[in-house]
Structures are given as structure tokens and as C-alpha cells.
């Protein structure tokens, strides 16, 4: 990861334009609605020491958030930069440290982008 992508979860809209040209543009951030339900919440309402309001901490003691899973993209050109060291050297350690699982580290150099 060089850096992320702030639009990598609205992707139709922010790269409409780009769909439209036909590039392959994917999401990097999924965002949904979640649950929590910890034990320790549900205590704190059942003895009074959390008010529940209905709307974020349920009287069940549950909470409602939002949750993002953010996708790993390297940019491989550039995390070789940071690191001090060349490109090729960086696909060939990864590929080492990975027992080889990743063998397009190695025989596509074109490509510049790793998601593990």
C-alpha cells in the first residue's frame, strides 16, 4: 500500500467516467451496516449503567456501526522506492517470502500492481 484510495468504496460514482471508457475499475473499501453484540454492553444495559437510545445501542445491549474492509493494493514501483531498493529486488523477496505463491511476481513485471 502506498496510499488509499478515499473513493475506493464509491466506485461507480467517482470513476463513472472511466467505467464508461471501459477500464477495469474495482472497489478497494467495502462499506455495510453491522452488528456488535459484546457481552459487556449487554451487563451495562441490564444493570443500568448504559442507556440504550434505539437507535445506536440497542436494549439488547447490541450496538449499530458501520464497518469498512479496505483491499491491500501495492503499488509495487513505489514501495520499492520507500524501501530503498529496486523493484525487481522487492517482486523477488515477496515472492521468496511467500514460498513462491505469487509466482506472477516474477514472470509479469509489467504488471505494477500486487494484491495479496
Same mark, same amino acid.
Given at each position: 500500500i502506498?496510499s488509499?484510495d478515499?473513493?475506493?468504496?464509491? $466506485?461507480?460514482e467517482?470513476?463513472?467516467?472511466y467505467?464508461?471508457?471501459g477500464?477495469d475499475?474495482r472497489p $478497494?473499501i467495502a462499506?455495510?451496516?453491522?452488528?456488535?453484540?459484546l457481552p459487556? !454492553?449487554r451487563?451495562?444495559?441490564?444493570?443500568?449503567?448504559?442507556k440504550?437510545?434505539?437507535?445506536?445501542?440497542?436494549p439488547?445491549?447490541k450496538?449499530? !456501526?458501520h464497518k469498512?474492509?479496505i483491499?491491500?493494493v501495492?503499488y509495487?514501483?513505489e514501495?520499492?522506492?520507500?524501501?530503498? !531498493?529496486t523493484?525487481?529486488?522487492?517482486?523477488?523477496s515477496?515472492?521468496r517470502?511467500t514460498n513462491?505463491m505469487y509466482?506472477?511476481?516474477?514472470?509479469?513485471?509489467?504488471?505494477k500492481i500486487f494484491?495479496?
Amino acid at each position: 500500500i502506498a496510499s488509499i484510495d478515499p473513493f475506493g468504496h464509491l $466506485t461507480t460514482e467517482a470513476y463513472s467516467a472511466y467505467l464508461d471508457k471501459g477500464f477495469d475499475v474495482r472497489p $478497494t473499501i467495502a462499506v455495510t451496516k453491522a452488528h456488535i453484540d459484546l457481552p459487556e !454492553c449487554r451487563e451495562a444495559v441490564r444493570t443500568g449503567r448504559l442507556k440504550p437510545d434505539g437507535k445506536i445501542l440497542m436494549p439488547s445491549g447490541k450496538s449499530m !456501526c458501520h464497518k469498512a474492509a479496505i483491499e491491500p493494493v501495492w503499488y509495487l514501483p513505489e514501495i520499492a522506492r520507500r524501501f530503498g !531498493c529496486t523493484e525487481t529486488h522487492l517482486r523477488q523477496s515477496i515472492f521468496r517470502m511467500t514460498n513462491g505463491m505469487y509466482p506472477e511476481l516474477i514472470t509479469r513485471p509489467d504488471i505494477k500492481i500486487f494484491l495479496p
